[in-house]
């Protein structure tokens, strides 16, 4: 990153995203030759059947344009309908070749796996689970491309005529690993554009990659240890641990998670290019509705755009809507396709975490809270007319962020134990098991970590809170923009702890961040 940044700025401008391409292809390079093979087969597919819907569409309007006197309304509604559905069928073809691709590489191993539970009831032979190959990115590049295929399909975006600026789109490097998952409308003009030096760009992004390892290094990585203690023995580890644990993984992967994004956004800054952001400080979200809106946000708006609205108001589902609204009522009528089309999106938001019942039973478990309280939403309404002064207070604020932040790390811990049912016997054990004096009395202190240690999670996590609180009023950058001492002072001091408090150890693997694994 150092050296391409050096050479990115000296380089003439109007190859400038032609270096970025090299360097995105060289870094990916290091996560093994043989991945080249997907993300280049995602490449060449979506850029020959972008350009393929796009000449289509390009025909059937110079067509209607040339022939608006002869042809009747009724005649060219039929041939633009007709037209249309061919491009559709393409655009099928390239959203089963490159989701083949993924459910292929990331889905055969678990439904190979569900399907040998079922034979051994039959007493039939079990098959041999493949062990196949996961190149980096897979998720986030197959759902960046297919984006851009359907946005092309749409009309919302162009067609690259450049297979070579496509390439940069789908490979782009800083964001290969764990997103954000960007849109061609938006990321395009950003990388194609000559970027010329900007000090106040390069400071601005230097400074978020710094925040990033803070996060990363100093908070994450240091909790890890506690975690990967309770985890280790989940016999021992029962009841208050379990609070334990929900408390600190939702430290850890917020930790983990935004300073990996920090660290994107900041390399890509750093260059003049700016992505989406993917948060926007979801632990202060009062519902899960609101943390959704707010947590991996270009994930959620994704599923929301290409599934959830596409779904809800596709003509089965109208027909749907119109039959049950006939048949079992307007209140069952009009809700029935809202809940297909939200569980369908969940379930495949869940799937596309991982590979195991636990991210699909975390998928559907948001799912229903998200659709309770939608139903519930009346009384909550009605709550909050009856006790107006209650339900405007900060402390009550503070009470719905706190009740929504223990829920969402409830469901998460389905990240952790290794299969539903332990989940579940986990999380009634804290109803059963009433260890919690000697648990938070001295037995977190068997987890791996010291008192200092402890002490350090709790100042660091302290210290983004405060940063996350006041960046909710004002760009903290920005403001320190002019004050230069203090500036480089802050800057200084993050460095420092990074290097004094960060997380080194044996066995510390510095390439690995948990969306990784996603």
């Known amino acids: 990153m150092a050296l391409l940044l050096c050479v990115y700025y000296i380089f003439p401008k109007k190859y400038q995203w032609t270096l970025l391409l090299v360097g995105s292809y060289f870094f990916y390079a290091f ?74 590489l990331k889905y055969t191993a678990f439904a190979v796996k569900n399907l040998n539970s079922a034979l051994v009831i039959f007493g039939a032979d079990k098959l041999t689970v493949p062990d196949l190959i996961i190149p980096l990115g897979l998720s986030f590049f197959v759902f960046q491309s297919t984006g851009y295929l359907i946005d092309v399909y749409r009309g919302k975006t162009f067609a690259e005529k450049n297979i070579a600026r496509l390439a940069l789109f789908v490979s782009f490097f800083p964001q290969l690993a764990q997103g954000p998952i960007s849109r061609h409308s938006d990321l395009a003009a950003e990388l194609y554009t000559p970027h010329p030096f900007c000090a106040k760009a390069l400071k601005f992004g230097l400074q978020r990659i710094l925040w990033g390892y803070f996060k990363k290094l100093v908070i994450a990585d240091r909790v890890l240890v506690a975690i990967k203690s309770l985890l280790g023995d989940t016999s021992s580890y029962t009841g208050a ?63 929301t755009d290409y599934v959830f609205y596409p779904l809800s108001f596709s003509r089965p589902m109208m027909k749907l809507s119109t039959w049950s609204r006939a048949k079992l009522g307007n209140a069952v009528g009009k809700r029935l396709p809202v809940y297909i089309a939200t569980s369908v999106t969940w379930f495949l938001t869940g799937l596309w975490h991982g590979a195991a019942w636990n991210f699909i039973v975390w998928g559907m478990l948001n799912c229903l809270v998200i659709l309770v309280s939608q139903e519930l939403e009346p009384l909550y309404r009605r709550f909050r007319e009856k006790f107006p002064r209650l339900t405007a207070s900060y402390g009550y604020h503070c009470f719905e962020a706190s009740r929504t932040f223990l829920l969402m790390g409830l469901i998460r ?71 230069t001492v203090l500036s480089w002072t802050l800057s200084a001091a993050i460095l420092i702890a990074i290097i004094l408090f960060g997380a080194y150890s044996i ?12």
Request: glycine share 8%.
């Open 31 to 104: 996560s093994g030759i043989e991945n080249f093979a997907f993300i280049i087969f995602t490449t060449l597919s979506c850029f020959f059947i972008a350009r393929v819907i796009e000449k289509r569409k390009t025909r059937e309007d110079e067509y209607v344009a040339l022939n608006k006197e002869s042809l009747s309304k009724e005649e060219r509604k039929a041939y633009r309908a007709k037209e249309k559905k061919k491009r559709f069928y393409i655009l099928v073809l390239g959203l089963l070749l490159n989701f083949g691709i993924l459910a292929i």
């Open 241 to 303: 641990y379990v609070a334990l644990l929900i408390i600190l993984y939702s430290i850890e992967i917020y930790a983990d998670f935004t300073g990996g994004i920090d660290i994107t956004i900041g390399i890509a800054e750093a260059m003049g290019i700016r992505l989406k952001e993917n948060f926007n400080h979801p632990f202060s979200s009062r519902s899960t509705k609101e943390y959704w809106n707010r947590w991996h946000i270009t994930m959620g708006s994704w599923f």
């Open 413 to 483: 811990s389905l990240d952790c134990y290794a299969n539903v049912p332990l989940s579940f016997r986990m999380w009634g054990s804290m109803l059963t098991t009433f260890n919690y004096g000697s648990c938070f009395g001295g037995g977190i202190l068997d987890l791996g970590l010291e008192i200092k240690d402890y002490v350090i999670i709790a100042v660091a996590v302290a210290v983004v809170a405060v940063v996350a609180k006041i960046s909710e009023k004002r760009d903290l950058r920005e403001w320190l923009l002019g004050k």
């Open 507 to 518: 066995g510390y693997d510095a390439s690995q961040f948990i969306y990784t694994q996603f």
